[in-house]
């Protein structure tokens, strides 16, 4: 079985920052690609930013410039840096991996539990 646990999340005012970690542990092979996906409430899910296993990334416009994604490989970790956080980035974020058990194991989709990020004054 993967196990991916979250840290991180709280209350933070507008403006000011919080690191998102989300380790991946358990019967894991390889890792692809990871990412961050959040949804506020009435909302649909939304992927926030990527990280592919050769540390390329990408961010969502709505992030780009505050928010940093990466990836620590020999930690099976990802990370969400956010900078200059508005009150709209209220939500529960969650990181998703794409990862094979076995070398002849095909690559599922494993997913954290979610953890609460609230920008408010």
């Known amino acids: 079985q993967v196990q991916l646990v979250e840290s991180g999340g709280g209350l933070v005012q507008p403006g000011g920052s919080l690191g998102l970690s989300c380790a991946a542990s358990?019967?894991?092979?390889?890792?692809?690609?990871m990412a961050w996906y959040r949804q506020a409430p009435g909302k649909e899910r939304e992927l926030v930013g990527a990280?592919?296993?050769?540390?390329?990334?990408d961010v969502r416009d709505s992030v780009k410039g505050r928010f940093t994604i990466s990836r620590d490989n020999a930690k099976n970790t990802v990370y969400l840096q956010m900078n200059s956080l508005k009150p709209e980035d209220t939500a529960v974020y969650s990181c998703?991996?794409?990862?094979?058990?076995?070398?002849?194991?095909?690559?599922?989709?494993?997913w954290g539990q979610g953890t609460q990020v609230t920008v408010s004054s």
């Open positions: 998703n991996a794409q990862i094979k058990e076995r070398f002849y194991s095909p690559t599922r989709e494993w």
């Open positions: 990280v592919t296993s050769g540390g390329v990334t």
């Open positions: 358990g019967s894991i092979f390889s890792i692809d690609a």
